[in-house]
């Protein structure tokens, strides 16, 4: 059966282009290509790996900036507070000098009215004296002769009269 | 698309009805047809390459002879033989070398002289070769040209890429361990593609393709040889151990050698196997096309009606036909390839740990671990 016998120039040929193919797609053709997709494989599974850690990358900034704002608003308030803190010293400071000032200025104008006062008593007690000297002597001048005896009773009686106005007043 | 199927039948159907009719026209009606020198000239080797017959006129393609007969060397093209001998060359018709070139020796006996003519087969080869290589390095090339790591790749490097990367990682990573696949693999691929590439040329009724190159037992027999050599030199000490030595009762191989001896003949069944399978199917699915185109011709003396009703079913059949060939192109080229990866593969096997080696290597473990 002619089909099944291998024909020998045939198997020659054969042999021949196939070692021919298999040296040129052997040197140039099929490493090339598999290198270049092991090498795009490779790089694929890089990119995978690096997007990975960029995310966990991401993940833990996210988490980072989750704490710093959590920081910045405890600063935040704590400040605040401080500063309500420090207003509310200084207005209590204010109010404690302005009462303290207050105060003293009362006593001072206490004082004063006090000395006010005791002067114009002695004035008025002497302006008194001698009024009721003038009244008196221009009553009992015709009558007194003696006037520097009769300045002392009068002084004396006058004296007696405001002690008891004053003790009057003071009550 | 849906468009396109609902014409095939109508204009299939005419064809059918008007093949007939030009037959009878034009045939003498009483000629017979030879469908056995036909098929086998279809599926067979020829000196020059037949393309088609227009009218009385046959168109083929010559082709070089190349032979080395007892005058020594001739070199001439095909067609010349068709008006007679050629330095006492012929082609010999009958008898043992049958559509041959011979020559007369001394004593009047046909003998077949040294003969490396570029046959329609070997043509095709190397055509489809062509092709191959320019697939492949067209391929290869676009990856030189661009980086790898910027685009994807385009035209005909994203047609093969899908391919080689299926083969290399499916198949010879699969079946060669790791650290010996990437040398065996430009051979493997090489002959899945040759293979590919000439089944589907096998198909192609007209001129660059239809050699029956993969459907000849020559081709199956130089692939299915390499991939004998080369599981037979690159093999390592393991799988020899198997084949004289393996791992049976005594009794299977101590007196009569019965399990090594089916090893050995293994050797040379698994290539056998390889060889036989490829050829055998390729050729079985030409033949049977061919066939199927025969029915039109042989009910030409039916009558139109017999004639057109079995054209119709012929042609329907021989679609179907070469539907299956192209998928039995691509099986027996992915079969060839993995069963020369998995025989490539078992060549290289490591040893397996057994019990008195397990042994071994706990005491190695233990000894190096005192010694640490």
């Not at chain 1, 000297?133 to 009769?150: F, G, H, P, W, Y």
């Not at chain 2, 062509?130 to 697939?135: A, G, H, K, R, S």
């Not at chain 2, 067209?138 to 391919?163: F, N, Q």
């Not at chain 2, 199956?220 to 050599?229: D, P, Q």
Request: with cysteine; glycine share 6%; charged share 20%.
């Amino acid at each position: 059966m002619s089909l099944l016998m291998p024909d020998s120039g045939l198997l020659f040929w054969m042999l021949v282009i196939f070692i021919v193919v298999l040296a040129v797609l052997a040197k140039w053709g099929f490493p090339v290509i598999t290198s270049m997709v092991d090498k795009r494989r490779k790089y694929i599974d890089e990119s995978l790996q690096l997007a990975r850690k960029a995310d966990e990358k991401m993940a833990g900034m996210m988490k980072e900036q989750a704490r710093i704002i959590g920081e910045a608003r405890e600063e935040q308030n704590r400040i605040l507070k401080e500063a309500a803190e420090a207003r509310n010293n200084i207005i209590r400071q204010a109010q404690e000098q302005a009462r303290d000032e207050a105060s003293k200025i009362l006593a001072e104008a206490r004082t004063q009215i006090e000395a006010e006062k005791e002067s114009a008593l002695s004035q008025i007690r002497s302006q008194v004296a001698l009024l009721s000297v003038n009244v008196a002597e221009k009553v009992i001048r015709k009558t007194l002769s003696e006037d520097k005896e009769q300045k002392e009773l009068i002084e004396k009686m006058v004296d007696e009269s405001l002690k008891i106005d004053t003790s009057t007043v003071k009550n | 698309m849906k468009r396109t199927v609902r014409y095939i039948i109508p204009v299939l159907t005419l064809l059918m009805l008007w093949a007939p009719a030009f037959a009878d026209g034009s045939g003498d009606g009483g000629k017979d047809i030879d469908i056995k020198s036909m098929l086998f000239g279809h599926i067979g080797d020829s000196y020059g390459w037949h393309v088609t017959k227009i009218g009385d006129k046959e168109i083929t393609i010559p082709l070089p002879v190349i032979v080395k007969s007892s005058t020594g060397w001739h070199c001439f093209l095909s067609s010349r033989l068709e008006e007679g001998p050629v330095d006492g060359l012929y082609v010999a018709e009958g008898g043992k070398y049958d559509g041959k070139i011979v020559e007369k020796d001394a004593a009047g006996n046909e003998v077949r002289p040294l003969d490396i003519s570029i046959t329609k087969n070997v043509a095709g080869l190397m055509i489809n070769s062509i092709i191959v290589v320019l697939l492949i390095l067209g391929c290869s090339r676009w990856y030189r040209k661009h980086d790898v790591l910027k685009e994807a790749p385009t035209g005909v490097a994203a047609v093969i890429e899908p391919v080689v990367t299926f083969i290399n990682d499916d198949v010879i990573k699969g079946s060669i361990p790791e650290e010996h696949s990437a040398k065996y693999a430009p051979y493997l691929l090489t002959a899945f593609f040759f293979i590919l590439v000439n089944n589907l040329m096998g198909i192609v009724p007209v001129f660059p393709g239809g050699a029956n190159t993969t459907g000849n037992i020559a081709v199956t027999l130089t692939l299915a040889l390499l991939t004998f050599l080369i599981v037979n030199i690159f093999a390592n000490r393991h799988y020899w151990k198997d084949i004289f030595w393996p791992d049976v009762p005594w009794w299977l191989k101590a007196p009569v050698p019965l399990i090594p001896l089916t090893e050995l003949l293994g050797i040379f069944t698994k290539p056998f196997a390889l060889m036989i399978r490829l050829f055998a199917n390729i050729m079985a699915g030409h033949a049977v096309i061919l066939s199927f185109v025969s029915i039109i011709f042989l009910t030409v003396k039916m009558g139109p009606a017999v004639n057109g009703t079995m054209s119709f079913v012929a042609v329907l059949f021989g679609i179907f036909m070469d539907f299956l060939e192209l998928l039995v192109a691509f099986i027996q080229a992915y079969v060839f390839t993995m069963l020369s990866a998995v025989f490539i593969g078992l060549a290289h096997v490591k040893t397996e740990p057994k019990d008195t080696g397990q042994h071994d290597a706990d005491d190695e473990n233990r000894e190096t671990g005192i010694i640490l």
